[in-house]
């Protein structure tokens, strides 16, 4: 069983090092799709939690539970922008998720917000900033990905306590600031 990991890990790490860097024409003409924005709000609705929570029972939430649904709730978000108004293959499509959800681009995100925050939602982003995490991914920086918690912190907790609309003014801004104009 070992000696079949072995040889499929090292398959897996050939055709990692036989793919481009550099985009292709194709590459380039799905990007073009992308960020082609539609006629049509490119935001899907967020569909309201099931059940929401006060706000003092949302701040008794431990930060890293908060970051647990945020992150969901801003793939789910970056995913939905993606695919509205899109004619991307589903690869390309992915490619630019996992771009705009890692923590380098959470990071830059939660800066670009920080003056549209209201002050209970910089202490929640302050807090879930500060959380002691459990380890950092090897492709990020502790600062980036810090910065990248306290954002999904902030989300979690936004939607927990159904301010879904909130949560879609601020994707907004970050998607007018970071990707140019939202239709």
């Given at each position: 069983?070992?000696?079949?990991?072995?040889?499929?890990?090292?398959?897996?790490?050939?055709?990692?090092?036989?793919?481009?860097d550099t985009p292709s024409p194709a590459d380039a003409n799905a990007s073009a799709q992308i960020e082609s924005s539609p006629e049509k709000d490119p935001l899907l609705p967020l569909v309201p939690p099931v059940q929401t929570l006060s706000r003092a029972e949302a701040n008794s939430?431990?930060?890293?539970?908060?970051?647990?649904?945020?992150?969901?709730?801003?793939?789910?978000?970056?995913?939905?922008?993606?695919?509205?108004?899109?004619?991307?293959?589903?690869?390309?499509?992915?490619?630019?998720?996992?771009?705009?959800?890692?923590?380098?681009?959470?990071?830059?995100?939660?800066?670009?917000?920080?003056?549209?925050?209201?002050?209970?939602?910089?202490?929640?982003?302050?807090?879930?900033?500060?959380?002691?995490?459990?380890?950092?991914?090897?492709?990020?920086?502790?600062?980036?990905?810090?910065?990248?918690?306290?954002?999904?912190?902030?989300?979690?907790?936004?939607?927990?306590?159904?301010?879904?609309?909130?949560?879609?003014?601020?994707?907004?801004?970050?998607?007018?600031?970071?990707?140019?104009?939202?239709?």
């Open positions: 069983m070992m000696m079949f990991l072995r040889r499929r890990n090292s398959a897996a790490k050939a055709a990692e090092a036989k793919t481009p939430r431990s930060m890293l539970a908060l970051a647990h649904v945020g992150d969901a709730v801003y793939e789910l978000l970056v995913r939905g922008s993606l695919i509205a108004g899109s004619t991307a293959g589903v690869n390309e499509l992915h490619r630019h998720t996992v771009s705009r959800v890692r923590a380098e681009s959470q990071a830059e995100a939660a800066r670009l917000l920080q003056p549209k925050l209201t002050e209970e939602e910089k202490e929640i982003y302050r807090r879930g900033r500060n959380c002691r995490v459990h380890g950092v991914p090897a492709h990020a920086s502790p600062g980036d990905y810090h910065a990248a918690t306290g954002l999904e912190a902030l989300f979690g907790w936004l939607y927990l306590i159904g301010e879904t609309a909130r949560i879609e003014e601020l994707f907004r801004s970050i998607q007018e600031e970071s990707h140019g104009p939202v239709s």
